[in-house]
């Protein structure tokens, strides 16, 4: 049981952590600190905080967990904020899809308090953005990677495990340095291609006739470029050294099937294929067979 926790950031991430909370039964109180008093309002109102704050020392007032769910490109001037407010006892985590460039600000902006941060990163999302997309489930059976820091006490690792537990995810530990070049690979790379082709399409002349047409196929390739463009952008740039290298293989990749295009190379094109098949098959069974292990109580 958290008795208070502070949420920067009470959109789709921060929001849904609170509800999971409270399904759960683990926290009294939450309080949100936000940028506008608007969307901080929308999340009492939908039940998400039940006090809004735009002052940082009164958020952290007596407060156990402070959840950073709010663009990577803040976190530092977040952190920041926090340090000449930031009690002993009270433990400090993120929410940021990138974890190497986070430490370095964290570093940074907490200075010999750096031991009360302890960096994560939920696997879960939805297109949708804001304390309307927030739902209590979003994390049942989800993946949170922590990239825990050497000054980080066991203690303090266990209760950011235990909290993202209490939401129904399941916990994973990587470095910062392992953690951005995975996910430069698995998320960060998609993103980027998804948005990129919408944004091609959208720029031919005849763009309107191409989206007409445009079926199930264009709408599941194309789903996360309906993302938040700021906090991609913010990303993208974060994680750019491993993020050019990805794109730089994908780029080679896609010159190799357009000489065997050129070519009419049928045969090179179908293997290519069929392994790409092959591999999402075995992926898709993982993820299954581990869906269900979940469901029947597995760790």
């Not at 609170?18 to 309080?31: N, P, S």
């Not at 430069?184 to 091609?200: E, G, T």
Request: charged residues 20%; contains cysteine.
């Amino acid at each position: 049981m958290f008795k208070k926790i502070a949420i920067f950031g009470v959109g789709l991430i921060g929001g849904s952590f609170a509800l999971a909370l409270r399904k759960a039964g683990a926290v009294e109180q939450v309080v949100g600190v936000g940028r506008t008093i608007a969307t901080l309002a929308r999340a009492k109102e939908l039940g998400i905080i039940d006090v809004m704050s735009t002052s940082v020392e009164e958020a952290l007032c007596n407060v156990d967990l402070v959840l950073i769910a709010a663009p990577v490109a803040q976190t530092g001037a977040i952190l920041a904020s926090i340090r000449p407010h930031l009690q002993p006892g009270t433990v400090v985590t993120d929410a940021g899809s990138t974890k190497s460039d986070v430490v370095v600000a964290a570093r940074k902006a907490l200075g010999d308090k750096i031991a009360q941060f302890v960096p994560g990163h939920p696997i879960a999302g939805r297109e949708s953005n804001g304390p309307d997309a927030a739902i209590a489930d979003l994390y049942v059976g989800k993946k949170v990677v922590l990239a825990a820091l050497p000054e980080n006490t066991t203690q303090d690792v266990s209760r950011v495990a235990d909290a993202w537990r209490q939401c129904g995810a399941v916990i994973h530990q990587l470095t910062p340095e392992k953690h951005d070049r995975i996910f430069a690979a698995v998320s960060h790379l998609p993103h980027l291609l998804a948005y990129a082709l919408v944004d091609d399409i959208a720029k031919k002349p005849h763009a309107d006739l191409l989206f007409q047409y445009a079926a199930s196929g264009f709408r599941d390739f194309t789903r996360i470029a309906g993302s938040s463009p700021e906090m991609w952008r913010d990303i993208t740039l974060a994680n750019q050294a491993a993020l050019l290298e990805e794109l730089d293989s994908y780029t080679a990749r896609l010159t190799q099937l357009r000489s065997l295009l050129a070519s009419g190379d049928g045969q090179a094109i179908e293997a290519v294929y069929a392994n790409a098949q092959h591999a999402r098959l075995n992926w898709i069974r993982t993820i299954e067979a581990a869906e269900a292990h979940n469901k029947q109580g597995g760790d």
